[in-house]
């Protein structure tokens, strides 16, 4: 058999409408306090949005640049080079032996050279010989080497011969030389000695 008293059941209505969930005030106290202070250590907890960074955002691809294609022109240019003359020599027998006289005189020629120039960006980078042609063609120098023999006899007289000297007498006779012939001799010339005393042609008779 159960008794229970007036003021027992007052207090335990009490009870029951202030915490439905039937906690004691401590508890409810702590469960509320636990809530406004946040998660505890060891929690689990919803992962925190994290920023993306560069390295972690979609990369686009697009054409890779290109260096500029080299530019390239040819192009064909001329020169003129000069051609040597040659010399050719012929005796003469008219000249005094070691004597030269130019008979014809040399002229260089002329060739013309046609190259094909290459040109990279500006700078030459190839050079071809394409074309050479003989535009004038050089004339061959003619000298003249005399032959003749230097007498050492004076022209002006004949037959024997009468050397050349600042004065020339007949040998045997009375005159003091330097120089001296033996007779006869023929006058040819102007009788610069003086050896054709009687003016018949012949000195030294």
Request: glycine share 12%.
């Amino acid at each position: 058999m159960l008794l229970l008293c007036g003021g027992c059941l007052a207090g335990l209505g009490a009870l029951t409408d202030d915490d439905p969930t039937g906690a004691t005030p401590d508890r409810a106290s702590a469960e509320r306090t636990a809530a406004a202070a946040g998660p505890t250590v060891g929690t689990p907890t919803a992962p925190a949005a994290v920023p993306a960074t560069p390295s972690s955002l979609p990369t686009t691809t697009g054409p890779t640049p290109t260096a500029a294609a080299p530019v390239v022109q040819t192009r064909e240019v001329t020169e003129q080079a000069r051609i040597p003359y040659a010399e050719r020599t012929v005796k003469d027998p008219s000249l005094a032996k070691g004597k030269r006289v130019v008979r014809v005189r040399g002229v260089a020629g002329v060739r013309t050279l046609t190259y094909r120039i290459t040109v990279t960006d500006g700078v030459q980078t190839g050079r071809v010989l394409v074309r050479s042609v003989v535009t004038r063609a050089p004339v061959t120098q003619v000298v003249a080497v005399g032959t003749r023999e230097t007498s050492r006899c004076d022209p002006n007289y004949s037959g024997a011969c009468v050397p050349i000297a600042s004065d020339v007498d007949c040998a045997g006779g009375g005159g003091n030389g330097p120089a001296y012939v033996q007779g006869p001799v023929r006058v040819v010339g102007d009788d610069i000695y003086d050896l054709d005393r009687d003016g018949d042609g012949v000195g030294c008779d």
